[in-house]
């Protein structure tokens, strides 16, 4: 008797499974999502809560919040797009040999576009209370010299930005690594960006992504829009510097930076596919 492996269709069975790729649509809708979530809940917390009469959360809170935005959308929706919701992180990853340069511009557009819908929002429950002014109060806006909530200057504020992007780039990197522990990443992630925050708000609010700098300077303008520009060539140079380094410090492989579950297990099935069918009969 001749019984033939079927032969495994890997486009049916990952649509059986539920386990589709995703489209650019969807990992540019998460991107903008997530970059919208780190502005709103990030500069929020600063804007919002930092000074709350009696309550106010101070810097640590604004720390918090910000690895928690990151930490959170990471998890939600890092299977999708890799969670990056960070130009400096797109060009680094890219870099790496970790995304592929069609998902860069792409990438980059919404995530300005997500920052900058998440500072009007801000800027909107923010106008709700009769004392907040924009001029005074802000909206967390990135500085240095009189921008800087420590009066840092110039070559501070852009070795920070420098040194901070490409310490958290690494951290990435490592993080998401193929032969990192599962499951941790946005952990890692998340307390790596709040420990960055505890470091470098003084010297210049913390930027470390360009896309959070600029949703803040466009409502503010003035000096904030004027200094932009370091908040843009500071956390890029610093990952640059990682990206085009990891490999050759820890040896690792370029690969995509987080593959999604379907196109993990759409990988797999069409491996068994090719080996089941030519697979000769069994003869039993």
Not at 63 to 72: D, K, M, R
């Amino acid at each position: 008797m001749s019984v033939v492996t079927p032969v495994v269709n890997a486009a049916e069975l990952e649509e059986q499974l539920g386990f589709v790729s995703p489209t650019l649509g969807q990992r540019l809708g998460v991107e903008f999502l997530g970059t919208f979530w780190l502005v709103l809940g990030g500069c929020g917390s600063a804007v919002l809560a930092a000074a709350f009469p009696h309550v106010g959360i101070g810097l640590l809170g604004v720390s918090l919040a910000f690895g928690l935005t990151v930490l959170t959308m990471a998890f939600a929706f890092g299977h999708i797009s890799g969670g990056h919701f960070n130009p400096a992180v797109t060009v680094g990853l890219w870099l790496a040999g970790r995304q592929g340069p069609k998902f860069v511009l792409p990438y980059i557009l919404v995530q300005v576009l997500g920052a900058t819908a998440g500072a009007g929002v801000l800027y909107l429950i923010a106008s709700g209370n009769p004392a907040y002014h924009l001029a005074t109060n802000g909206l967390a806006a990135n500085g240095y010299g009189a921008g800087s909530p420590g009066g840092f200057n110039l070559t501070a504020a852009l070795l920070t930005e420098v040194v901070m992007t490409m310490l958290f780039l690494f951290i990435i990197l490592g993080a998401t690594d193929r032969r990192a522990a599962k499951g941790f990443g946005p952990l890692a992630i998340g307390l790596a960006l709040t420990l960055i925050h505890l470091i470098s708000i003084p010297v210049t609010n913390t930027s470390v992504n360009p896309a959070r700098s600029t949703g803040p300077a466009l409502f503010v303008g003035g000096l904030a829009l004027s200094q932009l520009w370091l908040f843009w060539v500071a956390p890029l140079v610093g990952a640059a510097l990682a990206g085009v380094t990891y490999r050759f410090l820890t040896g690792a492989e370029g690969r995509e930076p987080i593959a999604t579950q379907g196109q993990r297990i759409s990988q797999a099935i069409t491996s068994i596919g090719d080996v089941t069918s030519s697979r000769p009969p069994t003869d039993l």
